[in-house]
């Protein structure tokens, strides 16, 4: 486990630091009174610190501030292009990456192809072969990456970097990053998925104006991430999340985590399958009978104006408000952010799963906000890099820091 620093003169000197970057890096272009007013810091430790920055070239004085009579200011930005991170996420049957700069803006982005349940050594050597292909087409060495992050669907530790169970890949207490940690001499860091988006979220979404929020995923399974005084809450163990795994009918339909009635079975793309069989013989003449349903295929249908599909739609939405309903109720949220691959068919669904889904224990008294993420597909690999980004700009109070604020 980490351990805290002493609590000593150049602690409070790295704090300092940490405080004013942070300020530029979020809020820049910022002229100096604005970030002396935010910080709270005495003028001469303030410009201290920027003369240092600006030496280290992790930042940079940028034109003038519009001028309100007064003397004009000129404004501090963070270098985004200081460094760079890389960011993966796994899918079934492909890796995505993204390269970015320090505030997770992809520079470039690559998909690679393999058979759906390779080995994870073959999954493990094409991260390296496509990372040395980051390296070499930007002419950049490894001291020149903050880190690497991955984002993967299933349970995983990110403390300890192992997937203890991803049921989409079939894999099992599989440890990924650690080969990838020692090709590269680099930080790597791993976490579900969800959580990925999340920190993507908090940094270009919801997070901007809100601080208590939950994200569910709807698409091949059902996923949840939640944060709580601008923070994801992982568990203990890193399984906080598993929200497709929550029971809404004990005699249900069997689930492959071993009980009965999840929530995922009803609304995964697998589950529509499902709910199709119970329809399909009231609707022989739907385009949807003898097709592999995912609400992709659903949507295309609902727009053919296909009546099973309006039926399917009216079932998601009426699994869905019982998840917002668990939600809301557990943890009476300020907002629910709706992120995934069903959002494609979102006209046929949102509004009467959150119309349904006020019927909750706060009625009349409460509301919770229940909106779509406006982040487009790209917050999965974004989130992946600002796992190893947001590492480096922590304030930095452990002995153990990767860290460009310790210098
Ligand atoms: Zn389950």
Same mark, same amino acid.
């Given at each position: 486990m980490n351990k805290l620093r002493k609590a000593d003169k150049s602690l409070i000197k790295d704090l300092n630091r940490s405080t004013v970057i942070n300020a530029?890096?979020?809020?820049?272009?910022?002229?100096?009174?604005?970030?002396?007013?935010?910080?709270?810091?005495?003028?001469?430790?303030?410009?201290?610190?920027?003369?240092?920055?600006?030496?280290?070239?992790?930042?940079?004085?940028?034109?003038?501030?519009?001028?309100?009579?007064?003397?004009?200011?000129?404004?501090?930005?963070?270098?985004n292009l200081f460094a760079y991170a890389i960011g993966i996420k796994i899918m079934q049957d492909h890796?995505?990456?993204?390269?970015? +700069?320090?505030?997770?803006?992809?520079?470039?982005?690559?998909?690679?192809?393999?058979?759906?349940?390779?080995?994870?050594?073959?999954?493990?050597?094409?991260?390296?072969?496509?990372?040395?292909e980051f390296l070499n087409d930007f002419h950049i060495e490894?001291?020149?990456?903050?880190?690497?992050?991955?984002?993967?669907?299933?349970?995983?530790?990110?403390?300890?970097?192992?997937?203890?169970?991803?049921?989409?890949? +079939?894999?099992?207490?599989?440890?990924?990053?650690?080969?990838?940690?020692?090709?590269?001499?680099?930080p790597v860091f791993i976490d579900n998925d969800v959580n990925a988006y999340m920190l993507a979220e908090l940094e270009f979404g919801y997070g901007k104006t809100s601080n208590q929020f939950i994200c569910i995923s709807l698409g091949?399974?059902?996923?949840?991430?939640?944060?709580?005084?601008?923070?994801?809450?992982?568990?203990?163990?890193?399984?906080?999340?598993?929200?497709?795994?929550?029971?809404?009918?004990?005699?249900?339909?069997?689930?492959?985590?071993?009980?009965?009635?999840?929530?995922?079975?009803?609304?995964?793309?697998?589950?529509?399958?499902?709910?199709?069989?119970?329809?399909?013989?009231?609707?022989?003449?739907?385009?949807?009978?003898?097709?592999n349903i995912n609400y992709e295929t659903l949507t295309l249908a609902a727009r053919e104006k296909d009546e099973m599909a309006f039926v399917l739609f009216e079932q998601v939405s009426k699994y869905l408000s019982v998840g917002l309903i668990n939600a809301i109720n557990s943890f009476n949220p300020k907002t629910i952010v709706l992120i995934g691959e069903a959002l494609v068919g979102k006209e046929f669904f949102i509004n009467e799963s959150i119309e349904r889904a006020k019927e909750n224990f706060f009625r009349g008294s409460i509301e919770t906000k229940i909106v779509t993420s406006n982040l487009g597909n790209?917050?999965?690999?974004?989130?992946?890099?600002?796992?190893?980004? +947001?590492?480096?700009?922590?304030?930095?109070i452990y002995e153990e820091a990767n860290s460009l604020i310790s210098m």
């Open positions: 530029i890096r979020r809020k820049g272009p910022i002229s100096r009174t604005e970030i002396a007013q935010q910080t709270k810091l005495g003028q001469s430790t303030m410009t201290k610190i920027i003369d240092e920055l600006i030496t280290l070239d992790l930042v940079h004085e940028k034109g003038e501030a519009n001028s309100t009579g007064g003397r004009k200011a000129i404004l501090l930005e963070f270098n890796l995505i990456f993204a390269f970015t +700069d320090l505030q997770a803006n992809i520079i470039d982005k690559r998909e690679i192809f393999y058979e759906s349940s390779s080995n994870t050594s073959l999954i493990i050597n094409l991260m390296i072969d496509t990372i040395y490894t001291k020149n990456l903050v880190g690497i992050g991955i984002a993967v669907s299933g349970l995983v530790n990110s403390k300890t970097g192992m997937v203890l169970r991803s049921p989409l890949l +079939d894999w099992d207490h599989i440890d990924i990053s650690q080969p990838i940690k020692e090709e590269f001499s680099l091949d399974g059902i996923g949840a991430s939640f944060v709580i005084d601008n923070k994801v809450y992982k568990g203990e163990y890193g399984g906080a999340g598993e929200f497709g795994h929550t029971v809404i009918n004990v005699d249900g339909r069997p689930c492959h985590c071993g009980q009965y009635g999840c929530l995922e079975t009803y609304l995964s793309n697998r589950a529509l399958n499902l709910n199709a069989q119970e329809f399909s013989a009231r609707y022989p003449k739907s385009i949807l009978n003898g097709q790209d917050a999965w690999v974004q989130g992946a890099a600002l796992q190893a980004i +947001d590492m480096v700009f922590q304030p930095p």
